[in-house]
């Protein structure tokens, strides 16, 4: 026994017409082909997007410590021990100002750090998914088709 949502009533909705009421009208959309669930499982797993995530994160924490880290304790020196930035490495240069000039390179190097851990790891991982992408978007077209 099946239920009709729709009693025989004068009131019942109007059928929809398979031509257009109207000269003006577009033509009616083509109806979609059904859905088909992929034949082949995607390539791309999420493991590998967790990977490209952490090795990301590790890229960013490196650079990031590697320079904040330095500045930090050069700004603890300052405050917790003046004696020590005060005193002299050679005649005339400060402990204090040689360390203010080594923040330089050291931001430099957290720079060439977040450079290298790219390209060694987190560009190869980017490069291999997006390539899985790709394979995953050329299936789905063929099935589609």
């Known amino acids: 026994m099946s239920f009709d949502p729709y009693p025989p009533y004068p009131h019942r909705p109007p ?16 109806e979609p082909p059904p859905y088909r669930p992929p034949r082949h499982p995607p390539l791309g797993h999420h493991s590998d997007l967790r990977i490209l995530r952490s090795a990301y994160r590790w890229q960013r924490r490196t650079a990031t410590l590697t320079a904040l880290g330095y500045f930090v304790l050069f700004l603890v020196l300052s405050a917790a021990a003046p004696s020590v930035m005060a005193g002299e490495v050679t005649d005339g240069l400060p402990t204090g100002l040689l360390l203010a000039l080594i923040q330089l390179p050291v931001t430099w190097l957290a720079i060439a750090v977040y450079e290298h851990t790219a390209r060694r790891r987190v560009d190869p991982l980017a490069e291999r998914i997006r390539k899985q992408a790709e394979v995953d978007a050329r299936r789905e077209g063929a099935s589609h088709r």
């Open 15 to 30: 059928q929809v017409q398979p031509y257009a009421t109207y000269p003006w009208q577009p033509p009616a959309p083509a």
